[in-house]
């Protein structure tokens, strides 16, 4: 015996798991024993405790481990290229909102500013071409139209007819004669009646004399003539000794002595003129055209007298039908003309608001050189430093990565029979591997339907927020419990106290038989049960919280007797006095998981 001790002692390890596999496999047999054959009551030894019925408060929880988490991580990045000129700051450092953590220099922004500035100047220039082309297209097309309108006027007609009254003085033109719009035609005098224009005092004389008889004195006769007045200048004439004077034209008939080199003085009812005046003809004009075609006859001739509204000459029907579609052509010239130039003028009206919002984005872009911290948080990893230089190829650059610290979060995988309890807003109680005896609360905020599924078993990740995150790192390790389902206050006893058929056997000293394998002082009663956190039970009636109530504690007296038979010949056994050891630490109750609803596994009931 002594040898196979020291052989146990040689190979301790392995003996103690021989023992626990021997201990085990004797408890199942023992069970095993006790069941098979109830008329054998002396094959169990029942061990009991008593507990009072207490008022406390039952939670049942979820609880799930996870991995704490910034709030939010940043990557500073840029599309910017350049040389780093500043970087103050470090990891580990906490950065403000706003705060400038890079500089970077910004000469290749300034050629651009430039060359944008340059591409501006030219296309104002380019729409001030186009605007003024556009405005002299329109002046064609005004012309062309005014053209098109008057032939049209006459209905095609070949008469072309004298504007003025006198005497043709000479004739420029024949017939068969092609003229153009413009041509001369014929110089046409008149002096039937004469034109005196004399000065009068500026202050005598206004607009309002027109059309009043005047009185003209002829100087080298003195022969007086009647006029009407035609025009009063609005222009002042100073003469000498600063006489202000106004000018007058009269028209009078001629008696046949008046020439250009006569002069005379005249008067307007009591207004006299400052000296004398000179006469000229009415009318000493060259006739131009006004069309264009080929001459068909004259109605004039050299020496003949015309009057306003006389048929002057004749064009052919087939110039002025040729002139008719020539003006119809011009027209159509003149508008494709000026809707190529509008549309030109809208084109760099585009391109100058394009060049200019180049300008405009390129100088708000001189604003990316210097790079800010898009959040507050403390600077993890700072990977560009001054002196580099930023070549992205297409590419962001990542600069520095920012953790958002103002809270922290977690994941925790809830169980799909579960998940439906859990609510956003639910309180969390979370405690960390790291930070013993603290406890944290966290807040569901969001429920992903993003499940996983392994081993037949779909789980669903639900994100819990910590803002009073107190020593809490990201990485820790943390179990978060969320309570689905509490009874404050309630009436509660051992989860091993509820028998077969939610029973209890409450302490009565007046039942003085026992009830199978209860012993005699407890008596039955009846209840019902709520919630159970695996250890303890609700109980909602039945119990008024001033009972004792019976705990089984029960084991197989042959399974006892085995481990003790098994100990002793491993020479690990104690002294025993024949009484069956006091095992009521061990359990023979249900399920303890946390959240389970159910009765203690309790078999201590009557049989």
Same mark, same amino acid.
């Given at each position: 015996?002594?040898?196979?001790?020291?052989?146990?002692?040689?190979?301790?390890?392995?003996?103690?798991?021989?023992?626990?596999?021997?201990?085990?496999?004797?408890?199942?047999?023992?069970?095993?024993?006790?069941?098979?054959?109830?008329?054998?009551?002396?094959?169990?030894?029942?061990?009991?405790?008593?507990?009072?019925?207490?008022?406390?408060?039952?939670?049942?929880?979820?609880?799930?481990?996870?991995?704490?988490?910034?709030?939010?991580?940043?990557?500073?990045?840029?599309?910017?290229?350049?040389?780093?000129?500043?970087?103050?700051?470090?990891?580990?450092?906490?950065?403000?909102?706003?705060?400038?953590?890079?500089?970077?220099?910004?000469?290749?922004?300034?050629?651009?500013?430039?060359?944008?500035?340059?591409?501006?100047?030219?296309?104002?220039?380019?729409?001030?071409?186009? @605007?003024?082309?556009?405005?002299?297209?329109?002046?064609?097309?005004?012309?062309?139209?005014?053209?098109?309108?008057?032939?049209?006027?006459?209905?095609?007609?070949?008469?072309?007819?004298?504007?003025?009254?006198?005497?043709?003085?000479?004739?420029?033109? @024949?017939?068969?004669?092609?003229?153009?719009?413009?041509?001369?035609?014929?110089?046409?005098?008149?002096?039937?009646? =004469?034109?005196?224009?004399?000065?009068?005092?500026?202050?005598?004389?206004?607009?309002?004399?027109?059309?009043?008889?005047?009185?003209?004195?002829?100087?080298?006769?003195?022969?007086?003539?009647?006029?009407?007045?035609?025009?009063?200048?609005?222009?002042?004439?100073?003469?000498?000794?600063?006489?202000?004077?106004?000018?007058?034209?009269?028209?009078?008939?001629?008696?046949?002595?008046?020439?250009?080199?006569?002069?005379?003085?005249?008067?307007?009812?009591?207004?006299?003129?400052?000296?004398?005046?000179?006469?000229?003809?009415?009318?000493?004009?060259?006739?131009?055209?006004?069309?264009?075609?080929?001459?068909?006859?004259?109605?004039?001739?050299?020496?003949?007298?015309?009057?306003?509204?006389?048929?002057?000459?004749?064009?052919?029907?087939?110039?002025?039908?040729?002139?008719?579609?020539?003006?119809?052509?011009?027209?159509?010239?003149?508008?494709?003309?000026?809707?190529?130039?509008?549309?030109?003028?809208?084109?760099?009206?585009?391109?100058?608001?394009?060049?200019?919002?180049?300008?405009?984005?390129?100088?708000?872009?001189?604003?990316?050189?210097?790079?800010?911290?898009?959040?507050?948080?403390?600077?993890? !990893?700072?990977?560009?430093?001054?002196?580099?230089?930023?070549?992205?190829?297409?590419?962001?650059?990542?600069?520095?990565?920012?953790?958002?610290?103002?809270?922290?979060?977690?994941? =925790?995988?809830?169980?799909?029979?579960?998940?439906?309890?859990?609510?956003?807003?639910?309180?969390?109680?979370?405690?960390?591997?790291?930070?013993?005896? @603290?406890?944290?609360?966290?807040?569901?905020?969001?429920?992903?339907?993003?499940?996983?599924?392994?081993?037949?078993?779909?789980?669903?990740?639900?994100?819990? !927020?910590?803002?009073?995150?107190?020593?809490?790192?990201?990485? =820790?390790?943390?179990?978060?419990?969320?309570?689905?389902?509490?009874?404050?206050?309630?009436?509660?006893?051992?989860?091993?106290?509820?028998?077969?058929?939610?029973?209890?056997?409450?302490?009565?000293?007046?039942?003085?038989?026992?009830?199978?394998?209860?012993?005699?002082?407890?008596?039955?009663?009846?209840?019902?049960?709520?919630?159970?956190?695996?250890?303890?039970?609700?109980?909602?009636?039945?119990?008024?919280?001033?009972?004792?109530?019976?705990?089984a504690r029960n084991i197989s007296a042959q399974a006892i007797a085995g481990e003790e038979s098994l100990l002793d010949g491993l020479g690990l056994g104690g002294?025993?006095?024949?009484?069956?050891?006091?095992?009521?630490?061990?359990?023979?109750?249900?399920?303890? !998981?946390?959240?389970?609803? =159910?009765?203690?596994?309790?078999?201590?009931?009557?049989?």
């Amino acid at each position: 015996m002594n040898k196979f001790i020291r052989k146990i002692k040689w190979k301790k390890l392995i003996k103690f798991a021989i023992i626990i596999v021997v201990l085990v496999t004797a408890g199942y047999l023992g069970y095993q024993k006790v069941f098979a054959n109830k008329n054998t009551p002396a094959a169990t030894v029942a061990s009991y405790t008593t507990s009072k019925v207490e008022t406390r408060t039952i939670q049942n929880t979820l609880s799930s481990s996870g991995t704490v988490e910034p709030l939010n991580t940043y990557e500073v990045t840029t599309l910017v290229e350049g040389e780093v000129i500043s970087a103050d700051f470090e990891e580990g450092d906490t950065v403000e909102k706003g705060q400038v953590l890079y500089q970077i220099t910004t000469d290749n922004v300034d050629n651009e500013i430039e060359a944008a500035q340059t591409k501006v100047a030219r296309a104002e220039k380019e729409l001030a071409k186009s @605007k003024e082309n556009y405005s002299d297209a329109l002046d064609i097309l005004d012309e062309a139209n005014a053209d098109y309108k008057e032939a049209n006027e006459t209905n095609g007609s070949t008469k072309v007819l004298a504007e003025d009254t006198g005497v043709v003085k000479t004739l420029f033109i @024949k017939e068969g004669d092609t003229i153009q719009k413009g041509s001369q035609i014929a110089a046409i005098y008149d002096n039937s009646y =004469m034109l005196l224009t004399i000065a009068f005092g500026s202050a005598d004389v206004d607009a309002s004399l027109i059309g009043d008889t005047a009185e003209i004195t002829i100087d080298d006769s003195f022969e007086t003539l009647e006029g009407k007045v035609t025009e009063v200048s609005n222009i002042d004439q100073t003469l000498s000794g600063n006489r202000l004077v106004k000018n007058v034209t009269i028209k009078v008939k001629n008696p046949g002595g008046i020439t250009g080199t006569t002069t005379a003085t005249a008067s307007i009812d009591d207004i006299y003129s400052t000296g004398g005046g000179t006469f000229s003809v009415l009318t000493d004009t060259v006739v131009t055209s006004k069309v264009a075609g080929e001459v068909d006859s004259l109605k004039i001739e050299e020496g003949s007298k015309v009057s306003e509204g006389d048929v002057i000459f004749t064009l052919t029907q087939d110039s002025v039908d040729d002139q008719l579609s020539n003006y119809s052509n011009a027209v159509d010239k003149a508008q494709q003309t000026a809707d190529s130039t509008a549309d030109n003028v809208e084109a760099a009206e585009e391109s100058l608001e394009d060049a200019e919002t180049s300008l405009d984005d390129t100088i708000d872009s001189k604003t990316d050189y210097s790079i800010t911290a898009p959040i507050s948080g403390k600077v993890i !990893r700072k990977d560009a430093l001054a002196g580099d230089t930023i070549k992205n190829s297409g590419f962001s650059s990542t600069l520095c990565v920012i953790y958002d610290l103002s809270a922290v979060t977690f994941s =925790m995988e809830v169980d799909e029979l579960d998940v439906l309890s859990v609510k956003e807003g639910q309180e969390v109680s979370i405690v960390a591997d790291a930070l013993e005896d @603290k406890t944290f609360t966290g807040v569901v905020t969001n429920i992903s339907l993003e499940s996983t599924a392994s081993s037949g078993v779909t789980q669903y990740p639900v994100t819990v !927020r910590v803002d009073d995150i107190g020593d809490l790192l990201p990485g =820790m390790n943390v179990t978060g419990n969320i309570v689905i389902e509490e009874a404050k206050d309630c009436l509660a006893i051992p989860s091993d106290a509820l028998q077969r058929g939610n029973a209890v056997y409450v302490k009565d000293e007046s039942v003085k038989e026992a009830n199978g394998r209860i012993p005699a002082g407890f008596k039955e009663v009846a209840v019902e049960t709520g919630i159970t956190d695996g250890d303890y039970v609700q109980i909602t009636s039945g119990l008024d919280g001033s009972e004792e109530v019976y705990v089984a504690r029960n084991i197989s007296a042959q399974a006892i007797a085995g481990e003790e038979s098994l100990l002793d010949g491993l020479g690990l056994g104690g002294s025993r006095t024949g009484e069956m050891p006091d095992r009521s630490e061990w359990s023979g109750g249900g399920d303890s !998981r946390s959240g389970g609803n =159910m009765g203690g596994g309790n078999f201590g009931g009557p049989q």
